[in-house]
């Protein structure tokens, strides 16, 4: 036996904001999944610090790893330096074909791959301040393990993040599952007594 309940129709627009809630689409101020940061890049970018390993193809004495310099470049034998920074890996690999091609080879097929990224930072409140090589998938607690843990005066649950890709270096609030990029700087406030 069931027992039928007849309902009011609920408005469209209730509807419509619970299909956004559901969805996660419908952030709200103080939710650690509100967009305050920007999303992750999709594609990463090259900067200095990071080490890629380019392979032309055939061309073993070609093949090797670098290290981005501090100008967001790398050096290369027979072409020398190739700006490297704020390009994307295929972006790189295109740039060191152009350079090689037709002077030193016809046709090269030169790929590059990301070995190691350019290291985050994090200061403030943690028993061990520095650089940490950064890992994919990082969150603010990660970093926050990485360095030592936490001090007794530390907020457990409030930071700020600065990330290296913001040309205006904006601190921003930061919770303990936002993710970190290389070259971001994290900073964990101190609580008041």
């Given at each position: 036996?069931?027992?039928r309940?007849?309902?009011?129709?609920?408005?469209i627009?209730?509807?419509a904001?619970l299909?956004?809630?559901?969805?996660?689409?419908?952030?709200c101020?103080?939710?650690p999944?509100?967009p305050?940061?920007?999303?992750k890049?999709t594609?990463?970018r090259?900067g200095?610090?990071?080490k890629v390993l380019?392979?032309?193809?055939?061309?073993d004495d070609?093949t090797?790893?670098h290290?981005?310099?501090?100008q967001?470049?790398?050096?290369?034998?027979?072409?020398?330096a190739?700006?490297?920074?704020?390009?994307?890996?295929?972006?790189?690999?295109?740039?060191?074909?152009r350079?090689?091609?037709?002077?030193y080879?016809?046709?090269?097929k030169?790929s590059?791959?990301v070995l190691n990224?350019?290291?985050?930072y994090?200061?403030g409140e943690?028993?061990?301040?520095?650089?940490?090589?950064y890992?994919?998938?990082?969150?603010?607690?990660?970093a926050?393990?990485?360095?030592?843990?936490?001090?007794?005066?530390?907020?457990?649950?409030?930071f700020?993040?600065t990330?290296?890709?913001?040309p205006e270096?904006v601190?921003?609030e930061?919770?303990?599952?936002?993710?970190?990029e290389?070259?971001d700087?994290?900073t964990?406030r101190?609580?008041?007594?």
């Open positions: 036996m069931f027992l309940l007849d309902l009011p129709t609920p408005p627009a209730t509807v904001g299909f956004l809630l559901a969805a996660g689409l419908g952030g101020a103080g939710d999944g509100a305050d940061l920007a999303p890049q594609e990463y090259l200095p610090g990071d380019v392979t032309v193809f055939g061309q070609l090797g790893q290290v981005v310099d501090g967001g470049d790398i050096s290369l034998s027979l072409i020398g190739v700006p490297a920074g704020d390009k994307t890996a295929p972006q790189l690999a295109d740039a060191i074909a350079r090689l091609s037709p002077k080879l016809n046709d090269p030169v590059v791959q990224y350019r290291p985050f994090i200061v943690v028993k061990s301040p520095g650089s940490y090589p890992v994919d998938d990082m969150t603010v607690m990660n926050v393990a990485l360095a030592g843990g936490l001090t007794y005066r530390a907020r457990e649950d409030e700020y993040i990330r290296k890709a913001d270096k601190k921003r930061a919770f303990p599952n936002t993710e970190v290389p070259g700087l994290i964990v101190e609580r008041f007594f």
